[in-house]
């Protein structure tokens, strides 16, 4: 049992040090969007319209990503994810240091994000396979807290280097990463399927019944307000911060950096919670209701300084701090055969739902003004999340060896 419990201990380690890095290159275009797009001579409005185009841009990959490595995971292992997904955004975040140009940096940003889009999926169903039920939460809770805190470590490098270097310092830790997964072992889940006649990675038998359709749409609908927090509310927290009248000039990087701290904090209290319960969809809800408060707070608070809006961003990362939860649960919703589809699809259809979230916002700026706009995107992304989470089955306490459709 010994050397079983010091895999299953490299393991997590490997799965959260991977989300770590996976982090700190996701978030890094919101830390050094302003400072890398004036190096490359933009100025006014420039830099917020070609901020959105580059940020939906890495998301778009994401969303192809989500699908390559999603299908590729129930097809040749978990494992075969984590290296080739690393690899990719590791080289593809080094490129980006030497762009020149916004087209140039739209394309590697899109590279990266189709690499980016594994890591996550991939590990938590390693994890989640490889642990005992009542433990696993217990797992992706460290996958989570760890990773994120990823973000952390962008804002503080973006404080003190140049935006290309941040980039250089991002691909370099995916490739010292990756030599630390040479000695990672597949899923015994995983390898079972294999020597079945089962059909693995089918992504569209995701649609082949209403019910299992339904499933899967709640599973990706249920994180919608964590990436409305983070790609409007603190990705354009200088602009949103100066219709809101903070005094002072908000530094994304800090706003970004903040709320990923409190990321931290809000995902292990809902690992705990969800432990301590035994229930994954009790504290969801409560997460979502806690993030109508820290949104409601966002905007109605009267700011005196820059530093309270910060610990406004601090408060929403809290309140959305359930995103590890969220995928732990698409891994559980799911057989052998998809879960490595779903777990990583899942998070960046959500990613990749920004994209729409954006462009109503811009749309929708037009006409009343960013924050009126923020808050009317806000309500209906918490509002499809509420809906979307009544009917799920609560997964604690389920067995996940077994293959979808039997």
């Given at each position: 049992?010994?050397?079983?419990?010091?895999?299953?201990?490299?393991?997590?380690?490997?799965?959260?040090?991977?989300?770590?890095?996976?982090?700190?290159?996701?978030?890094?275009?919101?830390?050094?969007?302003?400072?890398?797009?004036?190096?490359?001579?933009?100025?006014?409005?420039?830099?917020?319209?070609?901020?959105?185009?580059?940020?939906?841009?890495?998301?778009?990959?994401?969303?192809?990503?989500?699908?390559?490595?999603?299908?590729?995971?129930?097809?040749?292992?978990?494992?075969?994810?984590?290296?080739?997904?690393?690899?990719?955004?590791?080289?593809?975040?080094?490129?980006?240091?030497?762009?020149?140009?916004?087209?140039?940096?739209?394309?590697?940003?899109?590279?990266?994000?189709?690499?980016?889009?594994?890591?996550?999926?991939?590990?938590?169903?390693?994890?989640?396979?490889?642990?005992?039920?009542?433990?696993?939460?217990?797992?992706?809770?460290?996958?989570?807290?760890?990773?994120?805190?990823?973000?952390?470590?962008?804002?503080?490098?973006?404080?003190?280097?140049?935006?290309?270097?941040?980039?250089?310092?991002?691909?370099?830790?995916?490739?010292?990463?990756?030599?630390?997964?040479?000695?990672?072992?597949?899923?015994?889940?995983?390898?079972?399927?294999?020597?079945?006649?089962?059909?693995?990675?089918?992504?569209?038998?995701l649609f082949a019944s209403k019910e299992r359709f339904l499933r899967y749409l709640c599973c990706i609908l249920i994180g919608m307000p964590t990436w409305y927090v983070i790609g409007i509310l603190v990705t354009f927290s200088p602009e949103l911060g100066a219709a809101l009248g903070v005094p002072g000039t908000i530094v994304a990087g800090r706003s970004v950096m903040m709320a990923y701290a409190g990321l931290v904090v809000?995902?292990?209290?809902?690992?705990?919670?969800?432990?301590?319960?035994?229930?994954?969809?009790?504290?969801?809800?409560?997460?979502?209701?806690?993030?109508?408060?820290?949104?409601?707070?966002?905007?109605?608070?009267?700011?005196?300084?820059?530093?309270?809006?910060?610990?406004?961003?601090?408060?929403?990362?809290?309140?959305?701090?359930?995103?590890?939860?969220?995928?732990?649960?698409?891994?559980?919703?799911?057989?052998?055969?998809?879960?490595?589809?779903?777990?990583?699809?899942?998070?960046?259809?959500?990613?990749?739902?920004?994209?729409?979230?954006?462009?109503?916002?811009?749309?929708?700026?037009?006409?009343?003004?960013?924050?009126?706009?923020?808050?009317?995107?806000?309500?209906?992304?918490?509002?499809?999340?509420?809906?979307?989470?009544?009917?799920?089955?609560?997964?604690?306490?389920?067995?996940?060896?077994?293959?979808?459709?039997?």
């Open positions: 049992m010994k050397p079983l419990n010091r895999y299953v201990n490299a393991l997590v380690v490997i799965a959260a040090l991977g989300y770590f890095v996976d982090i700190y290159d996701l978030i890094l275009f919101s830390i050094v969007r302003v400072p890398s797009l004036k190096s490359l001579g933009l100025t006014g409005s420039e830099l917020f319209d070609s901020g959105i185009f580059l940020l939906n841009t890495q998301m778009a990959g994401m969303l192809v990503g989500g699908l390559l490595w999603g299908i590729l995971g129930d097809k040749r292992g978990r494992v075969s994810v984590l290296f080739g997904s690393i690899l990719m955004y590791s080289l593809a975040n080094i490129a980006n240091g030497f762009v020149q140009s916004v087209e140039m940096y739209a394309l590697l940003r899109f590279v990266a994000g189709v690499g980016l889009a594994g890591e996550l999926g991939a590990g938590i169903t390693l994890v989640a396979e490889t642990l005992p039920k009542e433990t696993r939460g217990w797992g992706t809770m460290i996958i989570g807290g760890v990773g994120i805190s990823g973000a952390i470590l962008a804002g503080v490098i973006a404080e003190h280097f140049d935006w290309r270097t941040c980039y250089f310092i991002g691909g370099g830790l995916g490739l010292l990463l990756l030599l630390l997964r040479a000695g990672a072992y597949e899923s015994g889940m995983f390898k079972a399927t294999t020597e079945k006649s089962v059909a693995r990675g089918q992504f569209f038998q809000g995902d292990i209290i809902s690992g705990l919670l969800s432990q301590y319960l035994r229930s994954r969809k009790t504290v969801i809800g409560a997460f979502l209701g806690a993030t109508v408060v820290g949104v409601a707070g966002y905007f109605l608070f009267p700011y005196h300084s820059v530093a309270q809006f910060y610990w406004a961003c601090f408060g929403l990362g809290i309140s959305v701090g359930y995103w590890a939860l969220f995928v732990t649960v698409a891994a559980e919703q799911f057989g052998t055969n998809l879960r490595a589809t779903v777990a990583t699809t899942a998070p960046n259809f959500i990613r990749a739902s920004l994209i729409p979230l954006i462009i109503l916002f811009g749309y929708l700026k037009i006409w009343m003004g960013p924050i009126h706009s923020a808050m009317v995107v806000g309500a209906i992304s918490i509002g499809i999340a509420a809906v979307a989470l009544a009917p799920m089955k609560d997964t604690f306490d389920t067995d996940l060896d077994y293959i979808e459709g039997e």
